[in-house]
């Protein structure tokens, strides 16, 4: 995906650190702002993942790592979900001077908790969605165990978290006394959708049932099923991904589609891959595809690979020929269905092909025609598929030239 590693400040000037995921091209239909759990960073790849499926649906992510946090400056036992508050509202405040308002807020966890108490001070927001979230932030202290009491009576205690180390203060328990979540929910006045898993062993899934009866409508429940609090399996955080970004259009004004509407931005495709892994995000005249490769060949099977997409385009063009010569000849088409592959054959076995050394790419079509033809109608459609404007390109002198972005 396509990213910027930003910075701001947050109320006590300390920079934290950020990064911004974008559509692989055009100018972003809206704005995401995420909230990452507790202790976690910015990094973990759930958010990946979910800013990943955003981006396709044309929103861009911005991501932070709370103060005393990943890249961020500052000292983590200072902070308290106040300034966890705060922090959410520098990030808004950021967004809205260097690019656009955020109008989604994503939360996971205790992030999931600090976007609703900071929605209502984010007033460009219009949706709200949270994962695996508290229903009160107090919820935190039963992570603590046996170190609460002790931060308590001594003022301070360190915890081990997640296989980390970090130092609690009693002014971080006693922050906690102060937040009503339940009138933020009851005056949040914005969409809001609860994602949770009912065998969620952090954050129970009851927690959720009570974030959803205290906000009002209009409020969706979506249940991921088997996974765990930290959407550790990468269907679990694919799929979170996918229901946020359908989900959220609702709720955005515009769409991708609608920010590139020039004759050359119809004709344009952009296709970019990241550091590691063959994922590779498309936008094809303001559609967004992905492609990868199968594991077997070290990808991640996250989408169809280079010759699949091929295939689809010559397949899909001998389809649409067929449907416009029918419907201009008045034929009774009913469907067409083609079924291609891919393969390579040794050149001295093609009996038509000019060239006689080395190997060629083969790709067979078999096309089922639907409705009550005739032989003479189905042969002629036979003909009619091979001159199809895909068909004719690949069996053309084709030119493609390339050349390196000038920055």
Known sequence: ?????????????????????????????????????????KNIKAIAHISRALNRAGIAVL???????????????DTNFSSNVDDLIGA???????????????????????????????????????IAAPADPRHVTQTLGSAAPIIQSRG??????????????????????????????????????????????TVGIENAAKIFQAARHPKSFISLDKADHLLSHQADSLYAGAVIAAWAGKYVNGSHKDQSTSDD???????????????????????????????????????????????????TCKAMTLRMYSDRKQWPLDAVTVQLNHKKIDAADCDTCQTK???????????DLAGVLDDQQKKRLLQIADRCPVHRTLHSEIVVRSKLKIK
């Open 63 to 77: 991501r932070f790592d709370f103060t005393g946090l990943g890249e961020s400056e500052g000292d983590f036992a």
């Open 265 to 315: 931005a119809q004709n344009q495709v952009t296709t970019r891959i990241g550091k590691s892994g063959y994922v590779t995000d498309i936008m094809a005249a303001g559609h967004s595809l992905v492609a990868d490769e199968p594991q077997s060949m070290g990808g991640t099977d996250l989408g169809p690979a280079p010759y699949d997409l091929l295939m689809a385009a010559l397949g």
């Open 357 to 367: 050394e080395g190997q060629l790419d083969q790709f067979d079509c078999e096309i």
């Open 92 to 130: 808004a405040d950021f967004l809205k001077s260097n690019y656009e308002a955020p109008k989604i807020l994503i939360g996971h966890s205790f992030g999931g908790a600090a976007v609703l108490q900071a929605a209502a001070r984010i007033s460009s927001s219009t949706a709200v969605v949270t």
């Open 1 to 41: 995906m396509q990213f910027k590693k930003l910075e701001f400040e947050n109320s006590d000037g300390q920079v934290l650190s950020a990064r911004l995921d974008l559509p692989v091209a055009g100018k972003p239909a809206a704005y995401a702002l995420f909230a990452h759990c507790f202790t976690c960073s």
């Open 156 to 201: 301070e205690a360190e915890v081990n978290l997640a296989g980390r180390t970090f130092k609690l203060k009693k002014q971080f328990l006693d922050d906690l006394q102060f937040v009503n979540m339940k009138a933020a929910l009851k005056e949040l006045n914005k969409a809001l959708l609860v994602l949770h898993s009912p065998i969620d062993e």
